[in-house]
């Protein structure tokens, strides 16, 4: 449906009225072009702009499809060529001046065409598209045909642009690419060929890339296998491949910001780095010029990157983003940068004009100069543009000669409404939003984003002024409207104030005051006719909740200015009463609502539908909101949200939307009789419309194109022209730098002093009562300082203000609250990260983790943290263990048919005896399991059953290794089980061994209690490490903060407490035998014997006498004492040794069980890493077969990879062939129509004289040199002064020129064909039969030389197709070949394994860890044959070692009898010897002190205890002694370094010494002399060496006779022992 209506043409007639449009203001944001010499066009909105140059005229082509796309011209032919922005968008071709359509080319592109580009010769057009084609196409427009196109999906391209000197090549640059295509041809078949520019490193270097599919230089690795490129290790096997680079492989490259080409067919290329490229057009290669800096560098200025470049004869001209334009002198592979222009505003676009006597200059805002060249270059203006888009815009009253614009910066131009020049400019320097003019003064209202409104006065067109400003409030302004009859200026706000103003400035725009409506005010209507004394204002907001519209009315009396006190309050607000406000709503949202004249119904634009709406206001007078019901609804035909305007006589209703469509209704029937589609919805349509006071005139502003566009009536004419008056461009300075203050706070504070004005007694009053209040209130809080802290009431309860501290309050717990939500979050996040580390580290785990330590040792053990298995792995592993069960029973089941279909193992089998039997199925049974060597591991040793493991070198295929992988991580899984079975008894054995101490120690204390020792008894614990589940329990003791009890459970519990103890006191007293025990007995019936240690003896009373007053009873009495006391303190004696006894059992049964426990440990710690050692072993295994499947797979990806490209490479090999087959076809088709061309030609020459036969043979002779004779045409010369400026000449190979050029043979030819060059006497039938003969000659020869240029054009065409064949061919055969190489790779590979082989330590030595990687020469044979061999060598020995044996033990026996008998003497001298010891055995003091010593133990710890001492003093110098060797050791390596040197310095000086001499040596050889002192000395070194040769000799002689003399003493000595007396 949109696209149906953008199809509608630019103006409509209706009712014999329509608009057109009269010109159109706008400025380029795309490249400006040059149409001719004199003319430039750039797209604005709807329309292609053109202007020109010299007489500054402005023509429109309008755009039928909307919005204006790319441009291009063609300076040529002169025609001009644009898109448009529609789904499925079109390129149309008009002609200039006359702006009539060519051609209306139509292709495939779905959205949107981004570049267009004509060829310098031809009717060649190139056009690209981005998104989602990313299409290249080549047009010939004028026959409306696509030559030739192709897409490279992902190539986002900024520019394009044909090389002058050849249309054949074409160049395309982006941000990250460079790339130049070519166009072949071959008769009507048109190919493209792109080739990519290799650009360089940001530092301008070159990176040697290095061949991705097939790498040169990959090394070659002798242990892991092949080495594959990196697209294989990624597993890639498409196209992506072939430009697969990883991450850190990818370098920054140059950024192209800009190409200009040559007249050498070469490249210039800015980067945004500042580099300078050049690229050769044929071979592509790149050179980085060098910048040549001037002896005194620019300082103000840093030239980076050229935005845009141009090429001229003397080098480059580039822009950048200072404002410059720099010149480029280039020479000889450098150039240097020098100054040639400086601009106000930073450039954009340049470029030359055809004849490169202009250079067009194009700034960022969009405004245009031209610089002129000559020998006094000037600089024009050519098109001023604003500073941005158009904001708003307004006439000025009456509207007929000037109007107003509005752009957000600031800037007010005022306009010729002519011909749209500036008369004047003034810029406020703040962002504004609104302008409207006033219909009863030449004064204007600018609103703006800070709330201020400014007026200007426009009485002189050429200088406006700001003559006043009001500022209303902070908030944005964003409506400005008068009434009709300028009587006030209504101001909305986006705080929802409509503020009036009194319009006339007579009154200095005084503010009258506000009245408040909804936030988002939409539109704002006025009716002022001047029948009446009212202004109706009506205000339009939106209700976005509700989904409805709401609006406010109400009425302004004229005389308002005269009494505005009376209808305002003190803050300015106007009081609803007075004002008649009134509110309505709607079911429906509006975007925008007008009165009508008669204030009696109410037009509204329905927002959601295509709806424009009547509503019938109520008669009578209503209160609250009253609901508006739909009185006529009309289709608007327009889509989009629109605008509503009344025309000044409010007859006419305008509609705008975002459509683009502008209509003009009537009022009263609402049908349309006038429409103009002056935008598009591309551009977000129509912002804003104004129409002048007579209805003539209409404004026309875009919201986002940029396009102001004039309207006028068809039917109205104009009188007369007015010359452009030159513009004032005066600048606003704000002089006041104090704040200003709003006005609706300067009447807040206005009415603040009334206030207090009036209520200045009450206040006092008030005052004085808070002052004394306070008073009062400091006195209480001084009172209650002075209380006791029960009695003391706290700081807040003093405040009288109960609102704030009930606030302070809710803040207080607010922020606390919020804080226990933060802290119960993070403790939850905490707690939720604690929940899944224990369940992943602790919770999942079947065997957890934990260690044992030694009880005296430092020795921990750990055992190995187990998960359980999954139901996947297990299922995994059973059908493993079952294919190679199945594997065993087929392999033992073959071997039983081979060996019953063997005859001569049966009959061995039935003579061998049942031992040997027995004998060769357990060595099956051994042979079926691996040795340790073999298997690689150790985990034989925990009992685990390897027996279904493949041999390594059996693993050749992929589900063999990865069967082996399983299995495996099985035996780790079952070595880990064991040796957590084993740590699992030994912590059993250790919660044993400190339950059975704890017993003991309960003994032990009881000891030392009796013994009264001061002995601490060793208790060990399990710590944290042995029992890691109390890190997950949180002990009472760990908690440091005090606990915190409620005053009524302590008093719970202290009453409890009281209640206990007068229950036990209670049963206490009731308990007569307990306390009657207590007293006799001391609480026990019998003595034990532990109580013997406590007994005393109690003396008897007689004892306090004196002894001389002692009676004989008393006497024997205290004897009796004295041996009672003496018994029992041999009964303490021995009691207490008994316990001393005990106490060291205990303590020795402890220790012995202890450290028994240690020993166990430290075996358990062995094999624990033993365990861990197979652990390693075996995941090392894994870890090679992983490596290896890791391999294949790389393999397999690369072997894909190599495939697919093989495939494609054959698709294209096919599709090359069918183009050399079809070019093949279509040069001999050509060639054979050339030379039946050529025939015809030499057969029109042969006849000749034939068909003037009947003629005289001298005419004929005439004749035939007039048939051979051609004109001669003179070539065009052009001015020297063009010819030299422009770099480019004559253009080659333009299509137009060869067409005139034979328009002209054809006039020269008719100049030949004149009766006046007729030879005489020829009759003119004959003449007129020769011309028309020559000119078929003429005609036929023009054409035999166009089909011998493109029959070469077509052999070259079908040359490069043969080399791309050629090409794809040699792909394929190199992918072949890399197959081949990677077949035979893969197969090396699989053979090729990495077995794991256990060797025992010192089996292998190696110096200095010299590996030996090569093997070549070496073989890998299995173990069992040298062990077969080494078994029958081992027989054979063992027989002989049995025959040796015999002989010797009959030897042996012999002397066995000897010995015994010498044996018999010796012991029967020792029996004597031991019997005379015995009789004079010696009685030393130790053996004394042993005998009568009681405490020798005690005494023997003592001296332990002292020789401990002594030797930890002995240790202390030991170490002492030890430090003082290592500092002189150090000491001495240092000399020995320098002794080192000392002797290097020498060696040194040795060797060149003996260099010398063997010189010297050599010279007197060669001399032939020997001096007889040399002699001399050369025979007594030879005496001398010979004597120290002999000396050394003896020396070793004699060492070896003293070792042999104390070998052979040592042996008697050990065979004869003596026996000597003491």
Request: proline share 3%; net charge negative.
């Given at each position: 449906?949109?696209?149906?209506?953008?199809?509608?043409?630019?103006?409509?007639?209706?009712?014999?009225?329509?608009?057109?449009?009269?010109?159109?203001?706008?400025?380029?944001?795309?490249?400006?072009?040059?149409?001719?010499?004199?003319?430039?066009?750039?797209?604005?909105?709807?329309?292609?702009?053109?202007?020109n140059?010299?007489?500054?005229?402005?023509?429109?082509?309008?755009?039928?499809?909307?919005?204006?796309g790319?441009?291009a011209?063609?300076?040529?032919?002169?025609?001009?060529?644009?898109?448009?922005?529609?789904?499925?968008?079109?390129?149309?071709i008009y002609?200039?001046?006359?702006?009539?359509?060519?051609?209306?080319?139509?292709?495939?592109?779905?959205?949107?065409?981004?570049?267009l580009?004509?060829?310098y010769?031809?009717?060649?057009?190139?056009?690209?598209s981005?998104?989602?084609?990313?299409e290249?196409?080549?047009?010939?427009?004028?026959?409306?045909?696509?030559?030739?196109?192709k897409?490279q999906p992902?190539?986002?391209?900024?520019?394009?642009?044909?090389?002058?000197?050849?249309?054949?090549?074409?160049?395309?640059?982006?941000?990250s690419?460079v790339?130049?295509?070519?166009?072949?041809?071959?008769?009507?078949e048109?190919h493209?060929?792109?080739?990519?520019?290799?650009?360089?490193?940001?530092?301008?270097?070159?990176?040697?890339?290095?061949?991705?599919?097939?790498?040169?230089?990959?090394?070659?690795?002798?242990?892991?296998?092949?080495?594959l490129?990196?697209?294989a290790?990624?597993?890639?096997?498409?196209?992506?491949?072939?430009t697969?680079?990883?991450?850190?492989?990818?370098?920054?490259?140059?950024?192209?910001?800009?190409?200009?080409?040559?007249?050498?067919?070469?490249?210039?290329?800015g980067?945004?780095?500042?580099?300078?490229?050049?690229?050769?057009?044929d071979?592509l290669?790149?050179?980085?010029?060098?910048?040549?800096e001037?002896?005194?560098?620019?300082?103000?200025?840093n030239?980076?990157?050229?935005?845009?470049?141009?090429y001229?004869?003397?080098?480059?001209?580039?822009?950048?983003?200072?404002?410059?334009?720099?010149?480029?002198?280039?020479?000889?592979?450098?150039?240097?940068?020098?100054?040639?222009?400086?601009?106000?505003?930073?450039?954009?676009?340049?470029?030359?004009?055809?004849?490169?006597?202009?250079?067009?200059?194009?700034?960022?805002?969009?405004?245009?100069?031209i610089y002129t060249?000559?020998?006094?270059?000037?600089?024009?203006?050519?098109?001023?543009?604003?500073?941005?888009?158009?904001?708003?815009?307004d006439?000025?009253?009456?509207?007929?000669?000037?109007?107003?614009?509005?752009?957000?910066?600031?800037?007010?131009?005022?306009?010729?409404?002519?011909?749209?020049?500036?008369?004047?400019?003034?810029?406020?320097?703040?962002?504004?939003?609104?302008?409207?003019?006033?219909p009863?003064?030449?004064?204007?209202?600018?609103?703006?984003?800070?709330?201020?409104v400014?007026f200007?006065?426009?009485?002189?067109?050429e200088?406006?002024?700001?003559?006043d400003?009001?500022?209303l409030?902070e908030?944005s302004?964003?409506?400005?409207?008068?009434?009709?009859?300028g009587?006030?200026?209504?101001?909305?706000?986006?705080?929802?104030?409509?503020?009036?103003?009194?319009?006339?400035?007579?009154?200095?725009?005084?503010?009258?005051?506000?009245?408040?409506?909804?936030?988002?005010i939409?539109?704002?209507?006025?009716?002022?006719?001047?029948?009446?004394?009212?202004?109706?204002v009506?205000?339009?907001?939106?209700?976005?909740?509700a989904?409805r519209?709401?609006?406010?009315?109400f009425?302004?009396?004229?005389?308002?200015?005269?009494?505005?006190?009376?209808?305002?309050d003190?803050r300015?607000?106007?009081?609803d009463?007075?004002?008649?406000?009134?509110?309505?709503?709607?079911?429906?949202?509006?975007?925008?609502a007008?009165?009508?004249?008669q204030?009696?119904?109410?037009?509204?634009?329905?927002?959601?539908?295509?709806?424009?709406c009547?509503?019938?206001?109520p008669?009578?007078?209503?209160?609250?909101?009253?609901?508006?019901?739909?009185?006529?609804?009309?289709?608007?035909?327009?889509?989009?949200?629109?605008?509503?305007?009344?025309?000044?006589?409010?007859l006419w209703?305008?509609?705008?939307?975002?459509?683009?469509?502008?209509?003009?209704r009537d009022?009263?029937?609402?049908?349309?009789?006038?429409?103009?589609?002056?935008?598009?919805?591309?551009?977000?349509?129509i912002?804003?419309?104004?129409?002048s006071?007579?209805?003539?005139?209409i404004?026309?502003?875009g919201?986002?194109?940029?396009?102001?566009?004039?309207?006028?009536?068809?039917?109205?004419?104009?009188?007369?022209?007015?010359?452009?008056?030159?513009?004032?461009?005066d600048?606003?300075?704000?002089?006041?730098?104090?704040?200003?203050?709003?006005?609706?706070?300067?009447?807040?504070?206005?009415?603040i002093?009334k206030?207090?004005n009036?209520?200045?007694?009450?206040?006092?009053e008030?005052?004085?009562?808070?002052k004394?209040?306070?008073?009062?209130?400091?006195?209480?809080m001084?009172?209650?300082?002075?209380?006791?802290?029960?009695?003391?009431?706290?700081?807040q309860?003093?405040?009288?203000?109960?609102?704030?501290?009930?606030?302070?309050?809710?803040?207080?717990?607010?922020?606390?609250?919020?804080?226990?939500?933060?802290?119960?979050?993070?403790n939850?996040?905490?707690?939720?990260?604690?929940?899944?580390?224990?369940?992943?580290?602790?919770?999942?785990?079947?065997?957890?983790?934990?260690?044992?330590?030694?009880?005296?040792?430092?020795?921990?053990?750990?055992?190995f943290?187990m998960?359980?298995?999954?139901?996947?792995?297990l299922?995994?592993?059973?059908?493993?263990?079952?294919?190679?069960k199945?594997?065993?029973?087929c392999?033992?089941?073959?071997?039983e048919i081979?060996?019953?279909?063997?005859?001569?193992?049966?009959?061995?089998?039935?003579?061998?005896e049942?031992?040997?039997?027995?004998?060769?199925?357990?060595?099956t049974?051994?042979?079926?399991?691996?040795?340790?060597?073999?298997?690689?591991?150790?985990?034989?040793?925990?009992?685990?059953?390897?027996?279904l493991?493949?041999s390594?070198?059996?693993?050749?295929?992929?589900e063999?290794?990865?069967?082996?992988?399983?299995?495996?991580k099985?035996?780790?899984?079952?070595?880990?089980?064991?040796?957590?079975?084993?740590?699992?008894?030994a912590?059993?054995?250790?919660e044993?061994?400190?339950?059975?101490?704890?017993?003991?120690?309960v003994?032990i204390?009881?000891?030392?209690?009796?013994?009264?020792?001061?002995?601490?008894?060793?208790?060990p614990?399990f710590?944290?490490?042995?029992?890691?589940?109390?890190t997950?329990?949180?002990?009472?003791?760990?908690?440091?903060?005090?606990?915190?009890?409620?005053p009524?459970?302590?008093?719970?519990?202290?009453?409890?407490?009281?209640?206990?103890?007068?229950?036990?006191?209670?049963?206490q007293?009731?308990?007569?035998?307990?306390?009657?025990?207590?007293?006799?007995?001391?609480g026990?019936?019998?003595?034990?014997?532990?109580?013997?240690?406590?007994?005393?003896?109690?003396?008897?009373?007689?004892?306090?006498?004196?002894?001389?007053?002692?009676?004989?009873?008393?006497?024997?009495?205290?004897?009796?004492?004295?041996?009672?006391?003496?018994e029992?303190?041999?009964?303490?004696?021995?009691?207490?040794?008994?316990l001393?006894?005990?106490?060291?059992?205990?303590?020795?049964?402890?220790?012995e069980?202890?450290?028994?426990?240690?020993?166990?440990?430290?075996?358990?710690?062995?094999?624990?890493?033993?365990?861990e050692?197979?652990t390693?072993?075996?995941?090392?295994k894994?870890?090679?077969?992983?490596f290896?499947?890791?391999?294949?797979e790389?393999?397999?990806?690369?072997?894909?990879?190599?495939?697919?490209?093989?495939?494609?490479?054959?698709?294209?090999?096919s599709?090359?062939?069918?183009?050399?087959?079809?070019?093949?076809?279509?040069?001999?088709?050509?060639?054979?129509?050339?030379?039946?061309?050529?025939?015809?030609?030499?057969?029109?020459?042969?006849?000749?004289?034939?068909e003037?036969?009947?003629?005289?043979?001298?005419?004929v002779?005439?004749?035939?040199?007039?048939?051979?004779r051609r004109?001669?045409?003179?070539?065009?010369k052009?001015?020297?002064?063009?010819?030299?400026?422009?770099?480019?000449?004559?253009?080659?190979?333009?299509?137009?020129?060869?067409?005139?050029?034979?328009?002209?043979?054809?006039?020269?030819?008719?100049?030949?064909d004149?009766?006046?060059?007729?030879?005489?006497g020829?009759?003119?039938?004959?003449?007129?039969?020769?011309c028309?003969?020559?000119?078929?000659?003429?005609?036929?020869?023009?054409?035999?030389?166009?089909?011998a240029?493109?029959?070469?054009?077509?052999?070259?065409?079908?040359?490069?197709?043969?080399?791309?064949?050629?090409?794809?061919?040699?792909?394929?055969?190199r992918?072949?070949?890399?197959?081949?190489?990677?077949?035979?790779?893969?197969?090396r590979?699989?053979?090729?394994?990495?077995i794991?082989?256990?060797?025992?330590?010192?089996?292998?030595?190696?110096e200095?860890?010299?590996?030996?990687l090569?093997?070549?020469?070496?073989?890998?044979?299995?173990?069992?044959?040298?062990?077969d061999?080494?078994?029958?060598?081992?027989?054979?020995?063992?027989?002989?070692?049995?025959?040796?044996?015999?002989?010797?033990?009959?030897?042996?026996?012999?002397?066995?009898?000897?010995?015994?008998h010498?044996?018999?003497?010796?012991?029967?001298?020792?029996?004597?010897?031991?019997?005379?010891?015995?009789?004079m055995?010696?009685?030393?003091?130790?053996?004394?002190?042993?005998?009568?010593?009681?405490?020798?133990e005690?005494?023997?710890?003592?001296?332990?205890?002292?020789?401990?001492?002594?030797?930890?003093?002995?240790?202390k110098t030991?170490?002492?002694?030890?430090?003082?060797c290592?500092?002189?050791?150090?000491?001495?390596?240092?000399?020995?370094?320098?002794?080192?040197?000392?002797?290097?310095?020498?060696?040194c000086?040795?060797?060149?010494?003996?260099?010398?001499?063997?010189?010297?040596?050599?010279?007197?050889?060669?001399m032939?002399?020997?001096?007889?002192?040399?002699?001399?000395?050369?025979?007594?070194?030879?005496?001398?060496?010979?004597?120290?040769?002999?000396?050394?000799i003896?020396?070793?002689?004699?060492?070896?006779?003293?070792?042999?003399q104390?070998?052979v003493?040592?042996?008697?000595?050990?065979?004869?022992?003596?026996?000597?007396?003491?």
């Amino acid at each position: 449906m949109a696209q149906g209506r953008e199809r509608d043409e630019g103006y409509h007639s209706a009712g014999g009225a329509s608009l057109s449009v009269r010109w159109v203001q706008g400025f380029p944001k795309q490249n400006v072009h040059f149409v001719n010499n004199n003319t430039i066009c750039y797209p604005c909105g709807n329309y292609v702009i053109f202007i020109n140059i010299e007489t500054k005229n402005k023509t429109v082509l309008q755009c039928s499809n909307g919005i204006v796309g790319v441009v291009a011209t063609n300076i040529p032919y002169e025609v001009v060529a644009f898109s448009d922005r529609k789904l499925k968008p079109l390129i149309y071709i008009y002609s200039f001046p006359g702006l009539t359509r060519r051609t209306k080319l139509k292709g495939n592109i779905l959205l949107d065409y981004t570049l267009l580009s004509f060829s310098y010769c031809g009717t060649y057009l190139a056009s690209y598209s981005s998104l989602p084609e990313f299409e290249l196409a080549l047009w010939n427009w004028e026959s409306n045909i696509i030559l030739c196109k192709k897409s490279q999906p992902g190539m986002d391209v900024n520019q394009m642009s044909f090389n002058p000197m050849n249309w054949r090549q074409l160049c395309l640059s982006s941000p990250s690419a460079v790339s130049v295509w070519t166009i072949e041809r071959s008769n009507q078949e048109h190919h493209f060929r792109a080739r990519s520019v290799k650009l360089p490193l940001e530092d301008g270097s070159f990176f040697n890339e290095t061949d991705v599919v097939f790498p040169q230089s990959l090394p070659k690795d002798l242990i892991y296998g092949p080495v594959l490129p990196l697209s294989a290790i990624a597993g890639l096997v498409g196209e992506e491949a072939e430009t697969f680079r990883p991450k850190d492989d990818l370098y920054p490259l140059l950024h192209p910001t800009m190409h200009c080409w040559t007249p050498t067919s070469d490249l210039y290329i800015g980067c945004e780095e500042g580099h300078l490229l050049m690229i050769n057009g044929d071979t592509l290669k790149v050179t980085v010029l060098n910048k040549i800096e001037e002896e005194s560098p620019l300082v103000r200025r840093n030239f980076i990157s050229p935005v845009t470049l141009v090429y001229q004869k003397e080098g480059v001209l580039a822009s950048g983003i200072d404002g410059f334009v720099y010149s480029f002198i280039i020479k000889d592979g450098s150039y240097m940068i020098k100054d040639f222009l400086e601009i106000e505003r930073p450039v954009e676009h340049m470029t030359f004009s055809p004849n490169y006597t202009m250079l067009l200059i194009q700034t960022d805002k969009g405004s245009v100069y031209i610089y002129t060249f000559g020998e006094e270059p000037t600089l024009n203006k050519v098109l001023d543009a604003c500073d941005g888009k158009f904001q708003a815009v307004d006439f000025i009253t009456p509207g007929t000669q000037h109007f107003m614009t509005l752009t957000h910066s600031g800037e007010i131009c005022v306009w010729w409404l002519e011909d749209c020049s500036c008369v004047s400019k003034i810029y406020l320097n703040t962002p504004a939003t609104v302008l409207a003019c006033c219909p009863s003064s030449l004064s204007a209202a600018v609103g703006t984003e800070g709330g201020s409104v400014y007026f200007i006065s426009v009485y002189d067109k050429e200088s406006p002024q700001v003559v006043d400003k009001a500022f209303l409030s902070e908030s944005s302004v964003q409506h400005v409207t008068y009434d009709q009859r300028g009587i006030f200026l209504l101001v909305g706000t986006s705080e929802g104030k409509v503020f009036i103003i009194c319009a006339s400035s007579s009154r200095s725009f005084r503010i009258i005051g506000f009245t408040e409506v909804a936030k988002d005010i939409l539109q704002i209507s006025t009716v002022s006719l001047s029948e009446t004394d009212i202004v109706e204002v009506m205000v339009l907001s939106s209700l976005p909740e509700a989904g409805r519209s709401r609006l406010e009315m109400f009425t302004l009396p004229t005389l308002l200015p005269q009494v505005s006190t009376i209808f305002a309050d003190e803050r300015g607000r106007l009081k609803d009463e007075i004002i008649h406000k009134y509110l309505y709503e709607l079911e429906h949202t509006l975007s925008s609502a007008v009165l009508d004249f008669q204030s009696k119904q109410i037009y509204g634009f329905c927002s959601q539908v295509p709806y424009i709406c009547s509503y019938l206001l109520p008669k009578e007078e209503h209160m609250g909101i009253y609901i508006l019901k739909p009185y006529k609804k009309v289709q608007s035909r327009q889509y989009g949200p629109g605008m509503l305007y009344l025309s000044s006589h409010g007859l006419w209703l305008i509609t705008i939307a975002k459509c683009g469509i502008l209509c003009i209704r009537d009022v009263y029937t609402l049908e349309t009789f006038a429409r103009c589609r002056s935008h598009s919805h591309q551009g977000h349509g129509i912002q804003s419309m104004r129409i002048s006071m007579d209805g003539q005139n209409i404004l026309v502003n875009g919201r986002d194109d940029g396009t102001l566009v004039y309207l006028k009536w068809k039917y109205v004419q104009y009188s007369k022209q007015k010359a452009s008056i030159d513009s004032s461009q005066d600048e606003l300075v704000p002089t006041d730098v104090k704040k200003e203050i709003p006005w609706i706070q300067q009447k807040s504070q206005e009415a603040i002093k009334k206030e207090v004005n009036l209520f200045s007694k009450k206040r006092k009053e008030i005052k004085e009562g808070i002052k004394s209040l306070s008073k009062t209130i400091l006195n209480m809080m001084e009172e209650n300082d002075k209380l006791e802290n029960i009695a003391k009431l706290d700081q807040q309860e003093f405040g009288l203000d109960l609102e704030e501290l009930e606030r302070l309050h809710d803040e207080s717990q607010e922020e606390v609250a919020k804080m226990i939500k933060d802290i119960e979050m993070h403790n939850l996040a905490k707690s939720y990260l604690a929940e899944l580390i224990k369940e992943e580290c602790w919770n999942s785990m079947a065997v957890k983790g934990r260690a044992l330590k030694c009880f005296h040792i430092p020795c921990v053990v750990e055992n190995f943290p187990m998960k359980s298995r999954t139901v996947e792995e297990l299922k995994e592993l059973e059908r493993v263990l079952q294919q190679k069960k199945i594997e065993a029973e087929c392999l033992k089941l073959r071997k039983e048919i081979v060996e019953a279909q063997s005859g001569v193992i049966l009959v061995k089998k039935r003579h061998e005896e049942d031992d040997e039997e027995e004998e060769e199925e357990d060595k099956t049974v051994k042979c079926s399991n691996l040795p340790n060597y073999l298997l690689g591991s150790l985990s034989t040793d925990f009992g685990v059953d390897t027996s279904l493991l493949s041999s390594q070198l059996q693993l050749h295929s992929r589900e063999e290794k990865i069967n082996q992988i399983i299995l495996l991580k099985d035996i780790i899984y079952k070595v880990k089980t064991a040796f957590n079975n084993e740590f699992d008894a030994a912590y059993k054995q250790k919660e044993f061994e400190i339950t059975r101490v704890k017993e003991r120690n309960v003994r032990i204390r009881e000891i030392i209690v009796d013994l009264e020792l001061e002995e601490a008894v060793w208790q060990p614990e399990f710590e944290d490490c042995e029992k890691p589940e109390r890190t997950l329990v949180v002990q009472d003791e760990e908690i440091t903060a005090h606990k915190h009890v409620m005053p009524w459970h302590k008093a719970r519990e202290e009453l409890i407490m009281n209640r206990e103890t007068e229950h036990w006191l209670l049963i206490q007293g009731a308990n007569t035998r307990l306390r009657a025990l207590m007293d006799m007995m001391g609480g026990v019936l019998e003595v034990k014997k532990e109580d013997i240690l406590r007994m005393v003896i109690p003396q008897p009373a007689f004892m306090a006498k004196p002894d001389a007053v002692w009676t004989e009873e008393e006497r024997k009495q205290f004897k009796d004492y004295e041996k009672k006391v003496k018994e029992l303190n041999e009964e303490r004696d021995k009691y207490r040794k008994s316990l001393e006894a005990e106490l060291k059992k205990l303590q020795n049964s402890i220790q012995e069980s202890t450290q028994a426990f240690d020993e166990h440990l430290k075996r358990l710690f062995e094999r624990r890493v033993k365990a861990e050692l197979v652990t390693n072993q075996e995941e090392l295994k894994i870890s090679n077969l992983a490596f290896s499947l890791l391999l294949d797979e790389e393999l397999s990806s690369r072997e894909k990879f190599l495939n697919n490209y093989l495939t494609r490479k054959q698709l294209e090999k096919s599709q090359t062939s069918e183009a050399v087959r079809k070019s093949r076809e279509d040069l001999d088709v050509y060639k054979e129509h050339y030379d039946n061309l050529l025939a015809e030609d030499k057969v029109m020459d042969r006849s000749f004289k034939k068909e003037f036969s009947e003629i005289p043979g001298h005419q004929v002779d005439i004749l035939y040199k007039l048939f051979k004779r051609r004109p001669r045409i003179s070539k065009q010369k052009t001015h020297s002064e063009t010819t030299s400026a422009v770099p480019f000449g004559e253009l080659p190979g333009s299509g137009k020129l060869s067409k005139d050029a034979f328009a002209q043979l054809m006039k020269a030819m008719d100049e030949l064909d004149n009766i006046s060059n007729m030879p005489e006497g020829l009759n003119p039938l004959v003449w007129n039969h020769f011309c028309m003969t020559r000119r078929a000659k003429v005609e036929n020869e023009q054409k035999v030389k166009q089909k011998a240029a493109d029959l070469l054009e077509m052999a070259t065409f079908l040359r490069k197709r043969v080399e791309e064949e050629e090409k794809v061919q040699q792909e394929i055969e190199r992918v072949f070949h890399e197959l081949i190489l990677l077949q035979e790779e893969k197969v090396r590979f699989q053979l090729n394994l990495t077995i794991q082989i256990l060797l025992k330590q010192g089996q292998v030595e190696l110096e200095n860890f010299q590996l030996v990687l090569e093997y070549s020469d070496a073989i890998l044979i299995n173990r069992n044959i040298i062990e077969d061999l080494n078994s029958v060598i081992r027989t054979q020995g063992q027989k002989k070692i049995a025959s040796m044996m015999e002989t010797k033990d009959v030897h042996k026996r012999i002397l066995q009898i000897e010995w015994e008998h010498k044996k018999m003497e010796m012991e029967r001298e020792d029996l004597n010897q031991k019997a005379w010891d015995i009789q004079m055995l010696f009685f030393s003091r130790d053996r004394q002190k042993y005998l009568n010593e009681p405490n020798y133990e005690a005494l023997i710890s003592i001296q332990i205890g002292i020789m401990e001492q002594t030797i930890a003093v002995l240790d202390k110098t030991h170490k002492k002694n030890v430090e003082n060797c290592k500092k002189l050791l150090k000491k001495l390596g240092k000399f020995s370094n320098q002794k080192d040197i000392a002797n290097h310095t020498l060696s040194c000086n040795l060797r060149e010494e003996l260099v010398a001499v063997s010189e010297r040596k050599d010279i007197c050889n060669a001399m032939g002399s020997k001096l007889t002192c040399e002699k001399i000395v050369k025979e007594r070194y030879e005496n001398m060496m010979q004597q120290q040769k002999l000396t050394h000799i003896s020396k070793q002689q004699a060492e070896q006779i003293s070792i042999l003399q104390t070998e052979v003493e040592r042996l008697r000595m050990k065979t004869f022992p003596a026996l000597v007396q003491m």
